[in-house]
């Protein structure tokens, strides 16, 4: 399951951390929902539990949590996050994108085996 591992940027790592330190809760949550002119946006959210249907990793002391179903979409994907002048976002470096947006709000990847 190497190659599915999902992992944090050691700046993605704190900033989640800050978050559950504040607000509580079991995780980081990622996920996928159907949108966009690609086919996929990415969902990040606060885990306040563990899902019976969920995959979970932990990386540098922070739980992740995936449902089983998106997991083919985001086996091995690196989260980062970054800062640019006031700008903060969380950066995905997804491995199984074919493509993208030119908003970048969505993504597609190769499907069927």
Same mark, same amino acid.
């Given at each position: 399951? @190497? ?5 944090? @940027? ?7 951390? @800050? ?5 509580? &809760? ?24 563990? /899902? ?7 990386? +540098?002391?922070? /739980?992740?949590?995936?449902? /089983? ?6 086996? &091995? ?5 970054? +800062? +640019? ?20 709000? @969505?993504?597609?990847? +190769?499907?069927?085996?």
């Amino acid at each position: 399951m @190497s190659n599915d591992k999902i992992s944090l @940027s050691d700046s993605a790592a704190r900033r989640v951390a @800050s978050y559950l330190e504040r607000e509580g &809760g079991a995780g980081l949550r990622l996920g996928v929902r159907r949108t966009g002119c690609s086919g996929w946006a990415y969902v990040v959210d606060l885990a306040s539990e563990v /899902r019976d249907s969920d995959e979970v990793f932990e990386d +540098q002391g922070v /739980r992740i949590m995936i449902d /089983r179903e998106a997991l083919p979409l985001l086996a &091995g994907t690196c989260v980062d996050y970054v +800062q +640019q002048g006031l700008n903060h976002t969380f950066e995905f470096h997804n491995p199984n994108v074919t493509d993208e947006c030119g908003c970048g709000e @969505s993504f597609a990847v +190769q499907t069927g085996a």
